[in-house]
Each structure stands twice: as C-alpha cells, then as structure tokens.
C-alpha cells in the first residue's frame, strides 16, 4: 500500500453517512449540500442503507441497498456510483477498480477525510474489514417524480408504488367474487337435486362445502382487509409528505397573495381525498372486479335474463351520467362557502387580540352567523340534489330483482326446460350482488365530487410554481461585500416599481444602516438578499458572485435575519435559539444568548433555557422575544445580518441592551440595519437614504447631516426635543 492508504478501520470511525452520500452524489454529477443534509436529517454517523436510499431518493437519486461480493463489484458500469458500509458502519465510496495483473485493487474514496483521501486495498484487506453491504446509486433523469401534476394519476401512480400488494388485493377480490357465487350455486342445486330427489349424502357434501367456503371468504376478506389498510396508510403518508414538501418549496408570493385560512383549508381537503380513495372507491372498484366473475356466471344462467340486468345496469349509469354535472356545480358552490367560512375563522384566530381590543366580538359573530348559514344551504342544497339520482336508482334496483323474478318464473311456467327454479333464485341473488357496484356508484356521487373538489383544492396550492432552489449553485464562502448595480424590481400586481435602479456597494464588516419612509424600499432591498424574490433585473453580487449563481439553501445559511415581529416556535427556548443549529454546543447557545442580551432574562427563569414558550411566546415580553430572535440568528455565526425594524417595537431598555451589544454582534460580520429612528443608526459605517424605490444618498451620519436635505429633515424631526433644549441653553447663556 502506498503513502496515501489509510487503515479502513481507525480513519473511519468518524465515517459520516452524509458525508459518503454527498461525495458519491459529486461523482454523478449532483452537488448535494452536506450542511444541509445534515440539518435536514441530522448528523448521524450510524445511518442504515436502507435510511440513506429513503434520503437518496428525496435528492434526485435512485438508490439500492444490496449484498455483493469483490468480483462483482469490480465489474461496476459507468453512470453508477457505490457506497460500501464496513463492519465498524462507517462507509467508503467506490471510485474505480485497477485490473492489475499482480495484485487487483480497489479505489474508495474516505468521507471522514476532510480531503476525501483515497484508501486503495487489495481484495484480501477489504474482505477482513467488508461484509458485501453495498448502496448502489444512480442519478435520476431530470423529470422526476418530484415535479409530476397532482391528481387522479399521481395517486394512481402511488397506489402502483405497491404492485405485489395491490396484486395480492385483486386475488383476493376476485376469489371474494368467486366465493360470492357459492351460496346462489347451493341454492340452485338444494332446490333442483337435493330437495327434488331427497338425497342426504348430497346434502351432507354440501354442508362440508360450505363450512370450507365460510373458512376462505372468512380468511380472504381478512385479507384483503387488512392488505387494504397497509395500502392506504402508505398512500397516507406519501400523501402527506409530498403535501409538505411542495408547500414548504413555494415561493413568498404565494404566502402574501393566498389567505392562510384559505390555504389551510385547500389542504386540509387532503383528509377527506384520502378517505375517499383509500375508502370508498377503493371499495368500489374491488367490487367491480367481482364482475368479471358474476357476469359470465349470469349469462351461463340466462341468457335473456341477463340482457334484462344489465338493460336496467345501462339506465341507471345513464342517470348517474346526468347528474354529475350538476352535482359538480353545486358542490363548487359548498367549496367556495366553506373556503370562505375557514377563511374567516382562523382571521379571526389571528386577530384575537385585535377583536377583543376593539370589542368587535358581536360583528364578528353576525358575520360568522351569516358565513355558517351560507356554507349550510349549500351544503343542504347539495343533500338534497345528490338525493335524487338515488330516489331514481331505488326502483331500478328493486326491479331488477323483482323482474328478474317475474321473467324468470313465467319462463319456468312455459318451459320448465329455459329455467328451472333453482336456477331462477340463484340468478335473482347473482344479479342483486352484480348491480351492487352501481348502486354503490349512486350513493357515493356526493363523496365523488367532494373528493374531486378536494383534489382541485389541494392540487390549487401543491401544483403552483416553486421558488428555483439553484440546487447545483455556488456555495462561496461569504465574508459579508455586497453589491447592488442598476437593480431593478416590482412586486406583482404593483404598477410601480419597489425598486428603481439602485446602486451601492457594502465592504466586509461593515455596519449599514438603510433608512426612509415606508414604502420606501428598505425591507425589499433585504428580501432581495435573502433570495425571497428572483425576479428582479440588474445584478446582486456577494463577495464578486451574482445571487441567482449561488444555492439558494447556502444562501440563506449565510444570512440572519431578525425581522420586528419574529416568530417563536412553541418549544423550550433552548430548542428556539438551536433551532437553526440543532448540533450547537452548549457554549454556542450561551453565547449567542449573551450577544443578544438575553441570559441576563433567561437566568431569572426557573427552569432557565428550558423553560417551555407557550404559543407565539406570550410569556415572554415584546423585548424578550426579540432578543432570542437575535440569539437564534447568531447561532449559525452569519456572514451577513439583518435587523429589519428590529429594535422599532421594542421598549427603551430592550432597545438599549441591543444597542449596546450591537458593537460585539456586528464584529466580523456585515450588517444591515433597517430602522426609523435615526438615533440608532448614528455610529453605522454607511447610511443609505432610500424613497420611493430610489437610493436618494449615501454616507456616514455627519455626512448625510450637511448634505441630504431628506435625512436632515427627519432628524430634526426625530430631535425636536434636543434641539429646542439646546437652544434654550444658549439663550441662558447669553442672558448670563
């Protein structure tokens, strides 16, 4: 072994999962953040393969946990990558395999390296320390899965993920079916042999015959049952997961131009998709199958009593048919009335404090009362339509019974020879159990169309264009320049632009405060940065790297923000200053919280950091909570931070405990510092004056003082008090 192997055993230990599965992913073509890995699934070293394929297939990658051996390995084709899992469970990837003709070897590479050495062994040397546990990945064509439309086929699709247990479902809904004839074929044969010729001995054959049927119908339909529920709580959970996943891709657009209660609404529509499908059509469509068994059987029957079913099965579609479209209409009206009553309840939710200060508790009462009696009417107008396509079917259904009977019985009285009696009762009970299914089609029209409303509801939100995440973009390392050239930028719908042809440029560390009125386009500048809005025209630039260029996850790693109203997660307060940083040593936490200002409030609680925040933290004050904002931005030690009106909300001593911090949070760092009171934007390296989308001036305090008639103005304003006091101290001296 030459300078560079590596004892497989001592350096891989630390052996990360991720790591491995980052440095194959590269070998393919894919950069796959290992940061981010690690925050989304945690830094596990011990993951399993069959855990790293779940997380393989969430990142663009196909892959397959298997057992191979030394020579088959060696033989690995192009386009396909490898991670070999040693008998310590740390892993090497597989590069290459030298075909030597003294000693073969093979090249892996060591993610628990820094540089990711390469470890070349012989095959002697990797059997002591391999046990033939292998994760082989490829990479996915670009369209994925991961993009497909939601609807009626993707959840097909999802339903054929399980093929082998879907397969089992059909076999057992068509030997259901085939057990279903058993009973009418006893009848049949009870009352034309057993009960025409007395014979015993065939009547005792047929009790052991249906003791053995009761058996498998009892055994099969547990089957199917419970196959049944395995099915749908997988269809559950991909469900539920690619629901999250696309809602937590969208972009910021959607949040600000789509109601909360509507989109909580649209997509709690998933419950009752997922019981329709996974219930009731499931159901249903297995019934179906049971035709492929009950029909045949029927025509051996009778013929012509046949053709009398399935005339009467071709009217009751046909009225089925007519009034799916009115009970679509109908049911897009329930949707829009309850859409707009879920609406108005969580606003309501929201805003409680507002409703009570304002004792709009009775206004807001009428306006529920009226939203409840709109979304009832309609509901029962729904009731009552879905009704009478099942009044309609009633009588359809009684008389193909009772026609089947009434023909079948004249024809026994004609031709005894057409169809005999036993025949005839076990053809009346086969065609009951065949029109079954279209019955159950009537009944469920109103679940139908509910369920396509919801499936319209939820594919509303999953379906709408994501935010480009820039996946394979650049990860600089930031050391806080920022640069803006002619940037241009509007916000949809808006006739005026937020932005117009800004430029500036920010040096690292520097302390940068942005003022203006409202509307002026502080705020939008930040957003900018942070990559929440892409469609904006001239060039942003972080240390010389355009930001369309960078991954859009890297970027906002790279940057805190501490906004004026920062929300908390319900949790402990150690678990909302990590959440960002969950593998953040305690001395991390503590410091953080010191730089912020908050140990000197967090010590005084009883149970310190883990003092459990109620709901939206209030029980914690307005300055409290801020300062652990600014403590969970600083956890991950940004490059770049912002404070967007952060200290605006806050009372004077809160306020002065950041202030006085902010000297030691800013060192080493660039800082944005939006805010409206000038006085705490004084000792900034560079104050941008913005108004109306425009940069109207930039420079140091005193220079904006003598030059910028805009920030001149607000400052006296701001001042009025200090400069009348100064004022009235000159003229006292001059009275002295």
Known sequence: MNGEDRDLVEENQAGSALAALALAARSL?????????????????????????????????????????????????AGVSALIELKDGSFLVFEKFVDDAVTPRMVFRDPADPKAARVVVDELRLSENWNGHVLLLKRQVAEADERDEFGFLWLFRQVMEDARLVR???????????????????YMVVIDKVMVHHRLSTLSVMALAIAVVLVFDMA????????????????????????????????????????????????????????????????????????????????????GLTFWVLGLAAIMALVLFAYIGPVRRAYAQVMGSEHRRTSMLIETINGIRTVKSLALEGRKRREWDQKVAEAVNRQTDLTLLANQPQTLLAPLEKLI???????????????????????????TMIAMRATQPLVQMAGMMQQMEEARGALRQIASVINAE?????????????????????????????????????????????????????GSGKTTITRLLQGLHQNYSGLIRLDGVELKEIDLYHLRTQIGVVLQDSFLFRGTIRENITIARPDA?????????????????????????????????????????????????????????????????LDPESEAI???????????????????????????????????????????????????????????????????????????????
């Open 401 to 427: 019974y009772a026609g089947s009977l009434l023909i079948g019985a004249y024809l026994v009285i004609v031709d005894e020879h057409t169809v005999m009696t036993g025949t005839l009762v076990a053809f």
């Open 168 to 186: 089992d479902i059909v076999i057992a809904a068509l030997s259901l079916g085939v057990l279903a004839l058993v009973p009418s074929l006893f």
């Open 658 to 736: 950041i202030m006085r911090n902010l000297k030691r949070i800013a060192r080493g760092r660039t800082v944005l510092m939006i805010s409206h009171r000038l006085s705490s934007l004084v000792d900034c390296d560079q104050i941008l004056v913005m108004d109306r989308g425009q940069l109207k001036d930039s420079g140091t305090h005193h220079d904006l003082l003598r030059r910028s008639a805009d920030y001149r103005h607000l400052w006296n304003q701001q001042n009025r008090h200090l400069i009348s006091g100064k004022s009235h101290d000159e003229d006292l001296n001059a009275v002295a």
């Open 220 to 303: 099969l339909g547990y089957l199917r049952r419970s196959v049944t529920a395995v099915v749908s709580a997988k269809i559950d959970v991909r469900l539920n997961l690619l629901i999250f996943d696309r809602l937590s891709r969208l972009p910021i657009e959607f949040f600000e131009q789509n109601a909360t209660g509507g989109i909580v609404h649209r997509l709690g529509e998933a419950r009752r998709l997922r019981g329709f499908v996974t219930g009731q059509l499931f159901g249903s469509v297995l019934d179906m199958l049971s035709l492929a068994v009950l029909i045949p059987t029927m025509f051996l029957l009778s013929p």
């Open 466 to 518: 994501p935010e480009a995440r820039r996946e394979n973009g650049v990860r600089p390392t930031l050391s806080g320049r920022i640069t803006f050239e002619d940037v241009r930028f509007a916000y949809p719908g808006v006739p005026s632009p937020a932005l117009n042809a800004v430029n500036f440029h920010v040096k690292p560390g520097s302390l940068v405060g942005i003022m203006g009125r409202s």
């Open 29 to 77: 073509g894919l950069s796959l953040s290992l940061e981010e890995l690690c925050r989304t699934y945690g830094n596990e070293p011990s993951l399993s393969l069959q855990q790293l394929a779940e997380i393989s297939g969430a990142n663009s990658l196909k892959a397959k946990p298997i057992r191979l051996n030394w020579k088959i390995l060696s033989q690995m084709e």
């Open 585 to 649: 040593a305690p001395e991390d936490m503590i410091e953080a919280a010191q730089l912020a200002g908050a140990d000197e409030f967090i010590e005084r609680l009883p149970r310190g950091y883990d003092t459990m925040l109620e709901e939206h933290a209030a029980n914690l004050s307005g300055g409290q909570r801020q300062r652990l904002a600014i403590a969970r931005a600083l956890i991950t030690d940004p490059p770049v931070l912002i404070f967007d009106e952060a200290t605006s909300a």
